[in-house]
């Protein structure tokens, strides 16, 4: 930080007679704690059974995440109204949901996938908890047409709880947490932290976008492994597109940042895995070929 005065000459710029004064101890301080927060989040690393990749999740296990993710449903269904009160329509879920998660690549030992409609009719929405609890909206459910499309939503979900980034956002949570008061410290003035946190969030917004990216990538994975036409995933950025009213987006971007090469993105990924099969020995399953059983538009209304 430069600091001016106004010299005799009047000019701007002098530095005469200056001596910054420098709060060493806070800056020690702030050193060693931001140098915590990142031996932290360096120090721990395993490598994902799914996606063959490096991730950084601290010592959560998949137990924790599935005992948080139970923990955590009853109070998400809440907040959306709680579940669509039609049994049939949740056998339905479950059964599309399920289609996915047992016949791919996505069922491996320690998760309990369980998948839930939402009585919500306004909010469109679909999310995973960490640990296999799915959720998806009936406000979304109903701007579907073909069982395709749940299931390219469900195989994002699961992608989300495959690739655990959950424990992801975690983590790096608790290292920008830990950078940020660093930075707090290191300025000496609590009230940059406002600054520190902005820059956080946009961080953390980045991080988002990568995991979507991923996400995306499994679905497609999954999707193909179990049968279903990965092309009903770009129908459903069609369908979330199409009910943007203005500047006002679905809930669905809200937790699930939208990159712009998102579709080009999900055409690769059909590429990269055309004509891929699952690995654990289990016959995928059939293609949907009724489209029309899956709509729902009158709440009223009961699947055949």
């Known amino acids: 930080?430069?600091?001016?005065?106004?010299?005799?000459?009047?000019?701007?710029?002098?530095?005469?007679?200056?001596?910054?004064?420098?709060?060493?101890?806070?800056?020690l301080v702030a050193l060693l704690f931001a140098g915590f927060a990142v031996c932290k989040y360096y120090?721990?690393?395993?490598v994902n059974e799914v996606t063959g990749k490096k991730q950084h999740i601290g010592n959560i296990t998949k137990e924790q995440e599935i005992t948080l993710g139970l923990q955590s449903a009853p109070s998400m269904a809440e907040e959306y109204g709680?579940?669509?009160?039609?049994?049939?329509?949740?056998?339905?879920?479950?059964q599309v949901g399920h289609k996915v998660s047992d016949v791919s690549s996505a069922n491996i030992p320690g998760y309990q996938f369980d998948f839930h409609l939402l009585a919500d009719p306004n909010v469109i929405n679909a999310f995973a908890l960490?640990?296999?609890?799915?959720?998806i909206t009936y406000a979304l459910f109903s701007k579907l047409d073909k069982e395709d499309q749940l299931a390219g939503i469900f195989g994002h979900e699961i992608g989300h709880v495959i690739a655990r980034h959950g424990s992801e956002k975690i983590q790096k949570d608790q290292l920008i947490q830990g950078l940020t008061g660093a930075a707090v410290i290191a300025a000496g003035n609590y009230n940059s932290s406002q600054y520190a946190q902005m820059i956080a969030n946009m961080v953390g917004l980045k991080y988002g976008r990568d995991q979507e990216l991923e996400a995306d990538n499994l679905g497609v994975r999954f999707m193909i492994e179990s049968g279903f036409n990965p092309q009903a995933m770009i129908e459903v950025m069609h369908i979330l597109e199409e009910n943007t009213n203005g500047n006002r987006q679905p809930e669905f971007y809200s937790t699930h940042p939208n990159p712009e090469n998102r579709i080009e993105k999900i055409k690769e990924a059909i590429d990269q895995f055309s004509g891929h099969t699952n690995t654990n020995g289990l016959q995928a399953a059939n293609p949907a070929s009724n489209p029309g059983e899956i709509k729902l538009k009158d709440p009223n209304k009961k699947i055949n």
Do not use: V
Request: glycine share 20%; no cysteine.
């Open 130 to 135: 960490p640990g296999g609890q799915l959720f």
């Open 1 to 27: 930080m430069a600091y001016y005065r106004n010299d005799e000459n009047g000019g701007y710029g002098g530095m005469t007679g200056y001596r910054p004064h420098i709060q060493w101890g806070s800056l």
């Open 82 to 94: 709680g579940l669509y009160p039609d049994e049939k329509a949740q056998a339905y879920i479950k």
């Open 43 to 46: 120090g721990q690393s395993e």
